[in-house]
């Protein structure tokens, strides 16, 4: 069990080991029915009783109210970018706050459905902050204000989200939160929609979850793709279309794994919070005291979930990476548009691996520094 | 590997056993990259080649030609349903054959995005047939004609695509094969797109695939989602958004499976359509000869894939399901369209399975006749 590599993938990403075990022994046969998960009609019972497993077990985790929707929907937080404005915006004005390459897209996406106000942008500083909420320019008719929770590329999180009515604004507040989705608390009473791909801290690619209060159900512009209509989606609980079945029994085993977690006196997604913040000191201590390496973004938007950094000089990365892949760290290399490294350390990353990357990162540095 | 029991569901569906335990055996570690295909980077070049091999795979099972584009999309035929007339339509006017409830659904979503004429149907002999289609009103003027060339729920399958051209349209011919693809050879020079969901013959549901000839990309309505825009896809490689990897990989096993399978002198798609013949024979003949049960669909438009049939009375189907599960015979129970009983027999079906079924369904007419 500790012969893994350890998998710093932006997403898709590294998964328990336990959870992949658990997947490998019931490949064959789930729980004595004598057939896969993937065999199963998404209308029999047994699949029906993993559905709603995992619908409850993520309601719990994330201490979900009632009168919030779970969808279970395809097409990642890129499709969403069309299918939010396309169920939310009435083909009014929406307004987006851009804090790195993710909110950029999502605002130039919803621009083929409605008027589009960029309320916030930290394009001048490079995506390294989060503009103050007090400075955002927010509209007197907004459908909803978006923002990405935690820019994946750009390693920018809020830590705090947003609370509009203080703000404002009566618009619902949408976040997506792909990349940091379970793996600390939503402040529900601040939310009206949470969207995220599961491909980083949930399970496979191929399921995107939709988190949705129920009064904003209803309201899809009529060019609307059925199978992408919140309402018909929430009516026909994720099934009006054939949901992707195994990557949801995959997510259910996650849910399940995070449940079991503990740390001192904590349990599920509170250990695994806490764990988060141990990880993410971790990894940005080193950064800090080195003397050899450099973040960009502003110590109070660092993300927990995706850290870039820079090595002196660009001639070091491929001995770098080189000599991570030795070490079985992998994936390691950031992404083209922000260049450097970046570390992904997900709920599933265990702080060994942190350790075992702050280990490789001081020796490579008393060597090359 | 003989206990498992044989699972007749409409799709979700049986997969190769073989194929399962392969995917379970790398689960941990997928062929000493130390990381399962769930947890790969899209981008990597462990996921780069299992994508361009499955490609590759399919192109060559069934003789795609080098002028179409094979896309691996998400949201089943039934997002396809919207995806296809928002890229095919240009607003103007398609042509939709009904054969049943597949290509009526089809057919109704289309009229969101362009002029719909329905050129033939059967909904006057309960789709039961497939109209002939030297009778087909195809219009002077249409963007693509749309047939349904096997209907899952009714169990109606066209043995022979309609040659377009020949009955003086030179519109593009659109088949959604969702439910038959890979169990037979297609006429790509009848076709000018294939599309299907992978949850019968190919993979685990999720993956959406559509093979779509050259000339008609580029020519989504403005309001298309860009993640379902077959052009920037294609342009893509299919990594626009993030795909459904796992489900990928599972069709790409299944692929290399179809290209070992042998029957006689035969290989490969001619193996598996050969046993695909056989299978339905000893089905539809133990139907017709049973003087009990009763088929509907005339016999020159029977499914070889999907096998709607009728006890002498509705009081006797709790019983024959219950003996069927009890012999290991799963999910026969037929849609509450279409009612009495369904055997589902994929390309992952065995003959053996089907001689399972027989020999219950006979045991059961002696029984009860």
């Not at 932006?10 to 004595?32: F, I, K, N, R, S």
């Not at 997506?176 to 599961?198: E, L, N």
């Not at 349990?267 to 960009?296: H, M, P, Q, W």
């Not at 599933?348 to 350790?355: C, E, N, R």
Request: aromatic fraction near 8%; charged fraction near 20%; hydrophobic fraction near 40%.
């Amino acid at each position: 069990m500790t012969t893994r590599p350890f998998n710093f993938s932006a997403g898709p990403a590294v998964l328990p080991e336990e959870v992949l075990a658990q997947a490998a022994a019931e490949m064959l046969d789930w729980q004595g029915s004598g057939m896969s998960v993937m065999e199963m009609s998404h209308r029999g019972k047994e699949f029906i009783s993993i559905a709603r497993r995992a619908e409850a077990d993520l309601r719990d985790i994330l201490a979900i109210p009632a009168n919030y929707k779970v969808l279970f929907m395809q097409g990642g937080a890129i499709a969403e970018n069309a299918i939010l404005p396309l169920n939310l915006s009435r083909g009014g004005r929406a307004d987006y706050v851009v804090t790195g390459s993710w909110s950029l897209k999502s605002q130039k996406e919803a621009r083929k459905y409605c008027d589009v106000s960029v309320v916030a942008t930290n394009e001048g500083d490079g995506h390294t902050t989060v503009p103050s909420p007090s400075t955002w320019a927010l509209s007197n008719q907004a459908a909803y204000v978006h923002v990405c929770s935690n820019e994946t590329i750009n390693g920018v999180e809020m830590h705090e989200l947003p609370d509009l009515k203080a703000l404002g604004s009566n618009a619902p507040l949408v976040i997506d939160c792909s990349s940091h989705i379970a793996s600390r608390p939503i402040d529900w009473s601040r939310v009206g929609v949470a969207y995220g791909g599961a491909q980083k801290n949930i399970g496979p690619a191929g399921l995107t979850l939709v988190i949705i209060r129920e009064d904003l159900l209803g309201h899809a512009l009529p060019v609307t793709p059925t199978a992408f209509d919140y309402k018909v989606v929430a009516d026909n609980d994720s099934m009006y279309n054939t949901p992707p079945t195994y990557a949801m029994y995959v997510a259910g085993l996650v849910f399940q794994w995070i449940q079991r977690q503990r740390e001192g006196e904590l349990s599920g997604l509170a250990a695994i919070e806490a764990r988060n913040v141990a990880k993410a000191r971790l990894l940005y201590e080193c950064f800090d005291t080195s003397g050899f390496y450099a973040t960009k973004v502003v110590p109070e938007a660092r993300s927990r979930m995706n850290v870039p950094f820079f090595l002196p000089s660009d001639s070091l990365n491929d001995a770098f990476l080189a000599g991570a892949k030795e070490r079985g760290l992998l994936q390691l290399k950031g992404h083209k548009s922000v260049g450097g490294m970046r570390a992904s350390i997900y709920n599933a990353m265990p702080l060994a691996g942190v350790q075992a990357l702050v280990d490789y990162l001081n020796d490579f540095a008393r060597r090359h520094g």
